[in-house]
């Protein structure tokens, strides 16, 4: 089973900060994603990626950056955190082999900016 | 462009009752869809796809979806609902666009006693 692993279930951050969200799945997957989930608007795609090193913009990026120096691994960056970025976020994977393959999820990480 | 609307946010329904979640979608191109749930405090889990082939998808813990291609609907049903499926459920969906998926914004079903 692929296991996606998001490092933070909780978080707590004070406006203003540099946040650092990290993500690791272990299925050797080429594609990872980062979403945003709020109440009454489903998942909205910040970034993703399709290979180490390149990154491509989603829907709401702004504010956002991502990293991704390691296969495995998938950073998401909150430049300065600000309270309206409030959110649970969510971690994907998928492989490469078509628009067909599902996307393989982790639990999520509840981040709170006060 | 592609995109998915689910017109119930919330839907409540007595235990060993059916169900029926509702997805409509848009897209110019072939489309490729997917139901996920979501249980309390968790990640998104798949539920059932639809690739191409046999219209009705069977997935896991008893569901199915219909694909309606005239329609374009791909509407997720249980016959008989537990208390366990009280969770949020997303369709989504893909195209030829590369991987990224389209989500709905969530249906959420509460299984009543």
């Known amino acids: 089973d692929v296991k996606v692993t998001q490092s933070s279930r909780y978080l707590v951050k004070r406006t203003g900060e540099k946040v650092f969200l990290e993500c690791v799945q272990d299925?050797?997957?080429?594609?990872m994603f980062w979403y945003r989930q709020d109440p009454g608007l489903g998942l909205r795609l910040i970034y993703f990626s399709y290979d180490v090193k390149m990154k491509e913009k989603g829907d709401i990026p702004e504010g956002y950056s991502v990293s991704r120096e390691k296969k495995e691994r998938f950073s998401l960056i909150l430049e300065s955190a600000s309270t309206n970025q409030t959110s649970m976020y969510l971690c994907?994977?998928?492989?490469?082999?078509?628009?067909?393959?599902?996307?393989?999820f982790g639990d999520g990480t509840r981040l709170s900016i006060l | 462009a592609q995109s998915v609307t689910q017109l119930d946010s919330q839907v409540p329904v007595f235990e060993e009752a059916p169900v029926e979640l509702r997805c409509n979608y848009s897209s110019s191109v072939s489309v490729y869809l997917f139901w996920y749930v979501q249980y309390p405090n968790q990640g998104l889990q798949l539920l059932l796809k639809y690739l191409s082939g046999s219209t009705l998808v069977k997935g896991i813990n008893g569901f199915e979806a219909e694909f309606n291609k005239s329609q374009t609907s791909f509407h997720l049903r249980k016959p008989s609902v537990h208390i366990s499926d009280t969770a949020e459920y997303f369709c989504?969906?893909?195209?030829?666009?590369?991987?990224?998926?389209?989500f709905g914004t969530g249906t959420s079903l509460t299984v009543i006693p």
């Open positions: 994907a994977s998928s492989s490469p082999t078509g628009s067909y393959q599902p996307q393989h």
């Open positions: 299925m050797d997957h080429e594609n």
């Open positions: 989504a969906v893909s195209g030829n666009t590369g991987n990224q998926f389209y």
